[in-house]
């Protein structure tokens, strides 16, 4: 995960409900770290390639601008389910 120009570098779980992105660390020494994003303050979502081509990561800009970068596999699905909860703008 990367969050707001740190890269954090931690894997875990990401999970989508219809309120939430939710994400939690499952590395030695992080259990229990999470963050949660409300889908209300998601500005923007987006497909990003890590390296620059590696197709593997989903972009998220909150309404105050911090940016997050989670590494996932079935991204597309992802996104289509995180696009069709946000409310229009």
Do not use: H
Not at 68 to 75: L, M, P, Q, T
Request: aromatic letters at 12%; charged letters at 25%; a positive charge.
């Amino acid at each position: 995960m990367y969050k707001g120009g740190k890269w954090s570098g931690w894997r875990g779980r990401l999970a989508v409900t219809n309120r939430r992105i939710w994400f939690e660390a499952d590395v030695l020494g992080l259990f229990g770290t999470q963050e949660e994003i409300a889908m209300e303050q998601i500005a923007e979502v987006r497909l990003k390639n890590t390296l620059g081509f590696m197709p593997n990561c989903i972009w998220v800009r909150t309404k105050t601008g911090v940016v997050y970068e989670f590494i996932v596999s079935g991204r597309r699905q992802l996104i289509d389910i995180i696009a069709g909860r946000l409310s229009p703008a």
